[in-house]
C-alpha cells in the first residue's frame, strides 16, 4: 500500500538549534512531492514543490531536499515562530495528494 | 494564491442532524477538493468536487453522507448528514491553482465540527 510517512512525530528544540524533519514515500510514479505548514486552527499553508531526486528548494530557514526515497526539510537556526505543525504530501498520476501524520515542531527561546 | 474561504469556522451539532459548510474562492479554479482532518491523523481525501457533475468520492465516503454540490467555478458545499460523534473533525476545503494542475493545493481555513 502506498505510504508517506513522516518522522519524527514532535521535535522540539532551542532557538539557533538546527534540525532536519523526513517524510519517506512508497508511492510509485511520483509526480511531485509537497510541503504545507500548518498552524493551529488553521489550515495547511504552500510551502514548497519538489518534482526530482536532487532538487533542492530553499525559503528563509527551511530548506527542503528531495531523494529517490525521502524528502527532508532542514531548520537552519529555528525561531519560535517557526514553531508549527509540518506536512508532507506526494502526488501520483491519477490521484490527489497523499499526506503524512506531519511532525509537529516546538520552538522555545 | 486563490482565496479560499470557508464557512462556518466552527460549530456544535447534535447527534442526526446536517450540517452544510461552504467554500468560497476569490478565483476561477478546475480543480477543487475536501479533506478531512481528524486529531492526530493525516488530511483524509473526501471527494473532488466537479463543477456541474457529481462529486468524485474517495474509498470509504459515500454520496448520501457527504453530499457535496460544485454549482460554479468559485464556490462548493460539503453536507455531513446524519451526524455521529466520530464525525467531529475539521474539514478543509483546497482547491489547485489557476491554470493546469501541477499538484500544489491551496487550502481554507477549515471547519471545526463537534458533533455531541
Known amino acids: 500500500e502506498d505510504q508517506v510517512t513522516q518522522s519524527p512525530e514532535a521535535l522540539r528544540l532551542q532557538e539557533g538549534e538546527s534540525s532536519s524533519l523526513n517524510c519517506s514515500y512508497t508511492v510509485s510514479g511520483l509526480r511531485g512531492l509537497f510541503w504545507y505548514r500548518q498552524d493551529p486552527g488553521k489550515g495547511p499553508e504552500f510551502l514548497f514543490t519538489l518534482y526530482s531526486a536532487g532538487e533542492e528548494k530553499e525559503k528563509e530557514r527551511l530548506k527542503a531536499t528531495l531523494t529517490k526515497k525521502e524528502s527532508f526539510l532542514h531548520i537552519t537556526a529555528p525561531k519560535p515562530e517557526d514553531s508549527a505543525t509540518y506536512l508532507c504530501?506526494?502526488?501520483?498520476?491519477?490521484?490527489?495528494?497523499?499526506f503524512g501524520k506531519g511532525t509537529t515542531l516546538s520552538v522555545s527561546s | 494564491s486563490a482565496v479560499i474561504s470557508q464557512k462556518p469556522s466552527r460549530d456544535i451539532c447534535q447527534r442526526g442532524t446536517s450540517l452544510t459548510i461552504q467554500c468560497q474562492v476569490d478565483s476561477q479554479v478546475t480543480m477543487m477538493f475536501w479533506y478531512r482532518q481528524q486529531p492526530g491523523q493525516s488530511l483524509t481525501l473526501i471527494a473532488t468536487?466537479?463543477?456541474?457533475?457529481?462529486?468524485?468520492?474517495e474509498s470509504g465516503f459515500v454520496i448520501d453522507k457527504f453530499p457535496i454540490s460544485r454549482p460554479n467555478l468559485t464556490f462548493s458545499t460539503l453536507t455531513v448528514s446524519n451526524m455521529s460523534p466520530e464525525d467531529s473533525s475539521i474539514y478543509l476545503c483546497?482547491?489547485?491553482?489557476?491554470?493546469?494542475?501541477?499538484?500544489?493545493?491551496?487550502f481554507g481555513e477549515g471547519s471545526r465540527l463537534t458533533v455531541l
Open positions: 468536487a466537479n463543477q456541474g457533475s457529481e462529486a468524485t468520492y
Open positions: 483546497s482547491v489547485g491553482g489557476q491554470g493546469a494542475w501541477t499538484g500544489e493545493l491551496f
Open positions: 504530501a506526494v502526488h501520483q498520476a491519477g490521484t490527489a495528494l497523499i
